[in-house]
Nanobody, 125 residues
Framework: QVQLVESGGGLVQAGGSLRLSCAAS????????MAWFRQAPGKEREFVAG????????NYEDSVKGRFIISRDNAKNTVYLQMNSLKPDDTAVYYC??????WGNGGYKARYDYYGQGTQVTVSS
């Protein structure tokens, strides 16, 4: 059974930084693209960033380009999201997810079949 456990969320002032982590188990982590999604109150869940199974390429939603960095450590079965220059609009529950298929590129159109329980990120103005 696949399990994804996020950590690292919290309350931060605008302009600050946070680093989210997601520990994965139950699947050959290094064979699957991973992604981060977020859902703000009253809004649909949206793709934030994705990373190829090898870590060789990344994809970002336009509003986070240049501020967020997704990375992975396949030896630790962990994916990260470094969030810099945070804005109040970044406030949301952040979820990591794993691609349903092996050897994916981590794009927003991929089908992600497992999600973690989420971690709250709140950015105050």
């Amino acid at each position: 059974q696949v399990q994804l456990v996020e950590s690292g969320g919290g309350l931060v002032q605008a302009g600050g930084s946070l680093r989210l982590s997601c520990a994965a188990s139950g699947r050959t982590f290094g064979a699957y693209a991973m992604a981060w999604f977020r859902q703000a109150p009253g809004k649909e869940r949206e793709f934030v960033a994705g990373i190829r199974w090898s870590g060789g390429s990344t994809n970002y939603e336009d509003s986070v380009k240049g501020r967020f960095i997704i990375s992975r450590d396949n030896a630790k079965n962990t994916v990260y999201l470094q969030m810099n220059s945070l804005k109040p609009d970044d406030t949301a529950v952040y979820y990591c997810a794993t691609d349903a298929l092996r050897w994916g590129n981590g794009g927003y159109k991929a089908r992600y079949d497992y999600y973690g329980q989420g971690t709250q990120v709140t950015v105050s103005s």
